[in-house]
């Protein structure tokens, strides 16, 4: 972290004590993946997906990444994916703070001009969930930067942010502005994550509240008692009814991403239990029994699903000391998978699928979350997952 002090945690010792037992225990038990030069093969990889993110996508007279690769008239434009470029900002901090790349750091501040300047010289949008994933990428820039602007976005993210609870469906922040009687995963869960790290770096008993209140109404409402399974939202065609048919890897993902940073924020076992029955029901249910790979949920907005999983699923291995091993494990497998048919010649090009090789044009969105699986396995590598 760039000089920034640490604040008061309450209970951040249970998930600092469980990395590190998980990190010596496993390199006790098994070594380092391949021994010797093998241990850097993931960050290899990385290095390559990063590399070929930046030569494919990169519009330098934008100071944004093209929506496709290669690019089809106005496909490169438009629309403006605010979220994907949310996520295409935290691909790069992933790079940086394993390599610590001064070019890396240069490319994130270019981006950052560039969002504003598409935005109209604002961060705040019409959707909640997309301004929650553009926070959360700011606030990690100003942890890993130390530059005041990135704090500044993310706090002008948040007033905002706050702004769409209400107490339809029983609470809960809506979806966008133009619909504010429907509720969702993508609105509700990443604002518990963005609350709760606002917390750990400010220290501000506000926020963790607002954490707390946002993760009772989404476990109360959208996520199945039994299964863990997260529904997608409530009311979205103004019936009161739940979304229990879409079953989407993102919503497992910013799930497990709450009930995680909760457990780090207070050390209350229910948030591990449930960071633990979501992720079983991801392993045991959404991979294929077969081959241990997440499904293709499709292109657009869903190449990005399986990016936002995998990310809070490694992060959960890491911290997690009895089943970590086997969430580890899922992510290892399907960065193989993804390797093997992504990885063509001299190029790092990675679909929808995880099972075949990419499409002629590939969409932002699949290749981030193909980037995003390279660096989460190179962070397990480091740490003796297999």
């Not at 070594?31 to 519009?59: I, K, M, N, V």
């Not at 100003?142 to 209400?166: F, P, Q, V």
């Not at 606002?198 to 707390?212: H, K, N, P, T």
Request: hydrophobic fraction near 40%; charge should be negative.
């Amino acid at each position: 972290m760039a000089n920034i002090a640490p604040k008061r945690v309450v209970g951040s010792g249970v998930a600092v004590l469980a990395l590190a037992l998980t990190a010596v225990l496993v390199w006790l038990s098994t070594g380092w993946p391949g021994g010797g030069a093998g241990r850097e093969l993931w960050a290899e990889r990385a290095d390559e997906a990063g590399a070929e993110l930046e030569q494919s996508f990169w519009d330098g007279k934008r100071g944004m990444f093209n929506n496709a690769s290669p690019c089809i008239l106005q496909a490169c434009t438009d629309p403006f994916n605010y979220w994907w470029l949310a996520h295409a900002a935290d691909s790069l901090l992933d790079r940086y703070e394993r390599t610590k790349d001064d070019g890396v750091r240069e490319r994130i501040g270019e981006l950052f001009a560039g969002i504003q300047n598409r935005n109209a010289g604002v961060w705040t949008n019409g959707y909640y969930d997309d301004m929650e994933w553009m926070a959360l990428a700011w606030l990690r820039a100003y942890e890993l930067l130390g530059d005041d602007k990135y704090r500044d976005a993310a706090l002008e993210l948040w007033t905002d942010i706050k702004d769409g609870w209400n107490e339809e469906m029983g609470g809960g922040i809506a979806w966008r502005k133009e619909q504010l009687d429907y509720k969702n995963t993508p609105a509700n869960a990443p604002a518990v994550i963005l609350a709760a790290r606002l917390y750990r770096v400010f220290g501000a008993d506000e926020d963790l509240q607002w954490a707390l209140k946002i993760y009772d109404w989404q476990k109360r409402t959208l996520v199945d008692p039994e299964s863990g399974l997260v529904w997608d939202g409530i009311n979205r065609t103004g019936d009161g009814a739940i979304d229990k048919d879409w079953k989407f890897t993102y919503g497992q993902g910013v799930f497990i991403g709450a009930a995680m940073e909760l457990y780090a924020a207070i050390g209350e076992e229910k948030y591990r239990d449930d960071a633990n029955k979501t992720a079983d029901y991801v392993l045991g249910t959404m991979a294929s029994p077969a081959t241990g790979l997440l499904p293709n949920e499709g292109d657009g907005d869903g190449g990005l699903f399986k990016g936002v999983l995998v990310r809070y699923l490694t992060e959960w291995a890491i911290r997690e000391p009895e089943r970590g091993g086997q969430y580890g494990s899922l992510i290892l497998t399907n960065a193989a998978s993804l390797w093997d048919y992504g990885r063509t010649g001299d190029e790092a090009r990675f679909g929808t699928s995880w099972a075949q090789p990419p499409e002629t044009i590939v969409q932002l969105s699949s290749q981030l979350s193909g980037v995003m699986l390279v660096e989460q396995a190179a962070k397990l590598e480091r740490l003796g997952f297999k």
